[in-house]
């Protein structure tokens, strides 16, 4: 059983001791990590990418009230909101992350009804693989399913990314979410951030690229990647 097939057996486990029944609707994301280019997302340039075979599944099941019950699974903690008005979070801050991807959802469609929701992956948190847009990107492809919608693989990008802005306050570019949705198994991400023209890449399937974990914590949210998105700005000006 692959690492990604333990996370997802682990996390039907935990939905069913929590919330007592079965989801109905498990979606997958994964992370990303860029083979060449870095903030040159957000300042019209190329990026080539790709998905990781780590990644972050997201189980729900329709509630008949209007609330939102979302778990993350890895520590069991919880957070309770209304569906049709997630506002941001001060002390769960996990859960923005997911908050924002329906705000963004209910802005196309308000949710009818509420949800029992938990998330689970595989990704080293903090360690620069995007773990958080594999997070919007799997609850987003959930919420869309729960909720009956059709949402491009673009618009739900966007959808992430603005979660990050207005919810998480971190001011990313789209290298991560796009990355993460138009991932291909032995292919690269190639993204024109110019024309936000999205293409791939062949690679053989005897290269693959090593990741190490050198266990030094990589957070968006501590404003300096903010800070480098301004300088960037200050210069293009």
């Not at 990050?164 to 991932?183: M, N, P, R, T």
Request: aromatic share 8%; glycine share 10%.
């Amino acid at each position: 059983m692959s690492v990604g097939q333990d996370a997802r057996t682990a996390l039907l486990r935990k939905f069913r001791d929590k919330y007592g029944r079965e989801p109905t609707i498990v979606a997958y994301a994964p992370g990303r990590v860029e083979i060449l280019g870095n903030h040159t997302d957000y300042n019209e340039g190329y990026v080539l990418s790709t998905a990781t075979n780590f990644g972050t599944y997201f189980a729900a099941a329709p509630r008949d009230d209007g609330m939102v019950r979302l778990t993350a699974g890895d520590v069991m903690d919880e957070s309770l909101f209304e569906a049709a008005n997630p506002t941001p979070s001060k002390d769960k801050m996990w859960a923005n992350y997911v908050k924002g991807v329906l705000a963004g959802l209910n802005s196309i469609r308000p949710a009818a009804k509420g949800c029992d929701a938990m998330f689970l992956g595989d990704i080293p948190l903090g360690a620069g693989l995007s773990s958080s847009a594999a997070l919007e990107v799997s609850a987003g492809l959930a919420f869309a399913r729960l909720y009956g919608m059709e949402v491009d693989k673009m618009e739900l990008a966007r959808i992430g990314q603005k979660a990050e802005h207005e919810y998480a306050g971190v001011k990313c570019g789209l290298l991560d979410q796009v990355s993460s949705i138009y991932g291909k198994k032995d292919n690269l991400v190639l993204s024109d951030f110019r024309t936000y023209d999205i293409s791939h890449v062949p690679i053989s399937g005897e290269i693959c690229f090593l990741m190490c974990n050198s266990n030094v914590r990589h957070a968006l949210v501590d404003g300096a990647y903010n800070e480098r998105r301004e300088r960037c700005e200050q210069a293009a000006a």
